[in-house]
Each structure stands twice: as C-alpha cells, then as structure tokens.
C-alpha cells in the first residue's frame, strides 16, 4: 500500500513538472546595437530589419537614433539575420543566434562607405542622387547609381530603407504600411496587382521617387509609417518613343514577366 502511494505521487509530481513546463511563458530578448562609419562617427537613420535565417523573410524593423544606437524589441529565440542599410553606404548584414539572454548586445557595426572608382571625372550639369529635405528623402534614379536599368519594382528594391515583401506589402526604415503614390496621387492597389503595376513601369520613365516620413497637409495620410511617392519623368523627345522591358526572377518557383511604355509628342501634345 505504501508503495503504491509513493508511485503515485511521483506520478503527480511528473505531471505537474510537465504542466508547469508547458504553461511557462515564452522568453523574448531585445537586441540593442551600435551603427558607425569607418571613423566611428555614429549614423542616424540606417535602416535594421530582423530577417529570418531560413528564408530571409521579414521579422522586425527599426531605424538608429542620432546616436547611432538602435534596439529591436521581444525577438523570440532562434537564428537570424540583422541587414543594416543606409544610403551612401554599403549593406551590412551578420548572422544573429537569440537564445535566453534579455539583452543581446552586438559589438559595433561600422558601415562602409560605397565608393565607386572611376578611371577619369568628367564634371557635368547634374542633380545630386539623394536629396534631403525635412520628412523627406529624394532619390534622383537617372543620377543615383541605382541607375535606370530594369523596372520600378528593381529600383525600389535598391534603395535602402525600402524592403517589399513577397505579397505586395511595402516597409520604409522597417515600419509596415507605407503606401506607394504615382505623382502624388494613390494607386489604390495592394498585393500582387500592386507589384505587377511596379514591374510594368520601366526605370527609364522614373524621374525622382521620394521617400516620405512625415507627409504634408497635400497627401493623403492613409500611410502607417510614411509614402513613397514615384515622379515619372516629364515628355521632352518629340514623335513616338517606345519602351519595352522583360525579366525573370528565380525563388522557391520561377516568374517571368514583360511590360513596356509607348508615348507620342507632338508639341505640347
């Protein structure tokens, strides 16, 4: 009798340590980091976004402060992947394991200036590829070095602080709902119809895409985190100019697509 008692008490111990073990909560940890140049000045607004490891799917977002200093807050355990991105700089991206710790601290991240090498300089009339007004920062296409070549979907990809995920959705300094604009005026389209329309429109016919963190009073202010408003280039060549671009893109299944621009100017017409 008395060892069936103390069977069954172990019993009951065994099953209470499993509740015990299945009800505890979920431990998260904050990541806090330092970003820099090469000369540890710190960088404000550089873009952290949390990706995972497996398929570089996106976790969370934030920017640095002017310090330079950022925190991504309640990361659930596993392995990830940290992309920094500021413009003028080159993309940093390191492996991140979260295990029980509170708080990750990573050692400081210093980004390298993207500097191209050219063999001669040759001075011409030309705007700035990025502009900085305040809320907003404006990315010339035709001078920036993202360039021209390909899409508008190719373009917005390129520029830092901008990140679209697979089902249309648009994040600017990793915050979630952004809203694309044609000439400051809304598309009205989300997900995939949303892409389709970014990858029918050359980059040729892009003049500026400004990328807006504080609209005005003239834009409709249905952005969560900001606007991204795409100024098409202004019809100068007379007579009839035709664009035509294709591509294809290769993840877990193929996509091919094609589209182009036709435009006919006769004098103001």
Not at 8 to 28: D, F, G, K, R, V
């Amino acid at each position: 009798m008395c060892s069936l008692k103390i069977n069954l008490i172990t019993l009951l111990l065994i099953c209470s340590a499993e509740i015990l073990a299945q009800s505890a909560p979920e431990t998260y940890s904050n990541i806090i980091g330092n970003i820099t140049d090469s000369k540890s000045n710190p960088l404000e607004s550089a873009t952290v976004l949390l990706l995972s490891s497996n398929d570089s799917s996106f976790i969370k977002g934030t920017v640095s402060n002017q310090q330079g200093r950022f925190e991504i807050k309640a990361v659930k355990q596993g392995k990830y992947l940290l992309n920094v991105t500021l413009l003028g700089y080159k993309k940093y991206l390191v492996p991140v394991v979260v295990l029980k710790e509170k708080i990750i601290s990573l050692p400081i991240l210093a980004l390298e200036e993207d500097v191209h090498t050219l063999e001669t300089v040759t001075i011409v009339g030309k705007k700035q590829a990025v502009e900085l007004e305040a809320g907003k920062t404006i990315i010339n296409l035709a001078s920036a070095v993202l360039g021209s070549q390909g899409n508008t979907l190719d373009a917005l990809k390129n520029i830092p602080g901008v990140f679209i995920k697979e089902d249309g959705s648009i994040l600017l300094n990793g915050m979630e709902g952004a809203n694309i604009l044609i000439n400051g005026k809304p598309t009205y389209l989300s997900g995939e119809n949303l892409l389709n329309l970014l990858r029918s429109m050359p980059a040729i016919s892009v003049g500026k895409i400004e990328l807006i963190t504080n609209p005005t009073a003239q834009f409709d202010a249905a952005g969560k985190s900001g606007l991204i408003n795409i100024q098409t280039r202004s019809i100068k060549l007379q007579g009839i100019t035709l664009n035509l671009n294709s591509g294809y893109e290769q993840a877990k299944f193929g996509r091919g697509y094609a589209g182009g621009r036709f435009t006919f100017q006769n004098s103001k017409l």
